[in-house]
């Protein structure tokens, strides 16, 4: 990060690690799950940064990696983005101000989960406040609020049995995630809940048969996924992929702690990361291998066609543009290329830099800017941004 900019890219460096992360280890069953990971995806798309980032809850609290293992310390992206010169402070909301040495000696203790300073505590605490309050206004709320209320208590059993009992479809798939996708052998509730359920409370819906396309894939059941594949195509909606920050945006009214909240929401985003969507496994269904059978190319440009027109993220475009160019697909096909989708995602995070940061004003400016940015698809803003 060049001098100017410097200040901001290690504000924001530690922001993605956190946010982008957070809450994971609440839900460390579900690191393991396959759903996560996209199944031969092809080349990584503009999100790399943000998905190679450490995977640590929000201040402190060790996730738990592939190979079930707690990360120990952060990537050498983050090292390298918090790198300061002698002299420099930086001011801690609510804490004053620290020097900019004994903030970047804090993040590898920090990140792997040993104990935490006190401005990390304090912001912590400040954050879980402002969650808590966010949790009681959505408990008077709908299914969906009501659910996403158990959520943000970290009670994925209570979710389960309240989207269970409601039969709404976006309660169901909410407490379905939260539930690590179903796998939490010591849930009663949870495993209650099924792909197949969430299917028929909304049968419109694609999105859980590509997760079932992706499942039957995974464990090599050819005529399932195929089957689950015709389903998909056959629908022309596919629910958003963000679900917990527009719910809790929702709700989102004037606090006597602009900060607070700020802290909240990025925490809010962290959830959502940590919550499993199969989506990003069905790239196993038109492996390399795969389309080398005429049937299977001729199924898998009929989904790429559906996934450039329902992609709402610019890993769900990433993932197209891979597929279409494993197939050959040509330009007047895409209605997005990857250099756009590079180009719009580097602006938006320059963008961000002016947003981002543990200063009070940051923190403020935070909130406002997740509110609004629920407001919209994270592609709609990328592509807009690359227009500019």
């Known amino acids: 990060v060049k001098r100017g900019g410097g200040r901001r890219g290690r504000w924001l460096a530690l922001f993605l690690a956190a946010g982008v992360a957070g809450w994971a280890g609440w839900r460390d069953n579900s690191s393991s799950d396959p759903s996560?990971?996209?199944?031969?995806a092809g080349p990584p798309g503009p999100q790399a940064?943000?998905?190679a980032a450490p995977r640590t809850a929000l201040w402190g609290k060790p996730a738990v990696g592939p190979a079930g293992h707690a990360d120990e310390a952060p990537d050498a992206p983050v090292a390298a983005a918090v790198a300061s010169e002698p002299g420099e402070t930086m001011e801690i909301c609510g804490h004053g101000r620290i020097s900019t040495r004994e903030f970047e000696r804090s993040v590898p203790i920090v990140m792997a989960g040993a104990r935490p300073p006190a401005w990390a505590v304090a912001l912590e605490q400040r954050s879980q406040v402002v969650i808590n309050q966010l949790a009681t206004r959505l408990s008077a709320g709908t299914a969906l609020q009501q659910t996403a209320a158990r959520v943000l208590k970290a009670d994925p059993e209570g979710a389960a049995l309240l989207a269970f009992q409601s039969g709404d479809a976006a309660a169901y798939r909410l407490a379905f995630m939260a539930c690590g996708a179903g796998h939490r052998p010591d849930s009663p509730q949870c495993q209650r809940l099924t792909l197949q359920g969430w299917a028929d409370?909304?049968?419109?819906?694609a999105r859980p048969w590509l997760e079932l396309m992706a499942a039957a894939t995974r464990r090599r059941d050819e005529p399932a996924a195929s089957l689950a594949l015709e389903q998909v195509l056959q629908r022309d909606k596919r629910s958003p992929t963000a679900i917990l920050v527009p719910v809790v945006a929702g709700v989102v009214t004037a606090t006597d702690d602009p900060a607070g909240l700020g802290?909240?929401?990025?925490?809010?985003?962290?959830?959502?990361?940590?919550?499993?969507?199969?989506?990003?496994?069905?790239?196993?269904?038109?492996s390399a291998e795969r389309v080398g059978d005429a049937v299977r190319r001729a199924q898998c440009a009929r989904l790429v066609r559906w996934q450039f027109k329902h992609?709402?993220?610019?890993?769900?475009?990433?993932l197209a543009v891979s597929l279409a160019d494993r197939l050959g697909l040509p330009s007047d096909a895409r209605p997005y290329t990857r250099e756009q989708l590079g180009r719009g995602s580097t602006r938006l995070l320059e963008a961000s830099l002016d947003v981002l940061g543990n200063d009070c004003g940051s923190l403020a400016r935070t909130g406002d800017w997740v509110v609004k940015a629920a407001q919209s698809t994270e592609l709609s803003r990328v592509l807009e941004a690359a227009a500019r």
């Open 201 to 205: 409370r909304d049968p419109a819906d």
């Open 263 to 286: 802290l909240a929401m990025v925490e809010v985003i962290g959830r959502e990361a940590a919550l499993p969507d199969g989506v990003y496994g069905t790239g196993g269904f038109c």
């Open 36 to 40: 996560r990971r996209p199944d031969d």
């Open 311 to 318: 992609a709402d993220t610019s890993m769900d475009a990433s």
């Open 49 to 51: 940064a943000s998905a």
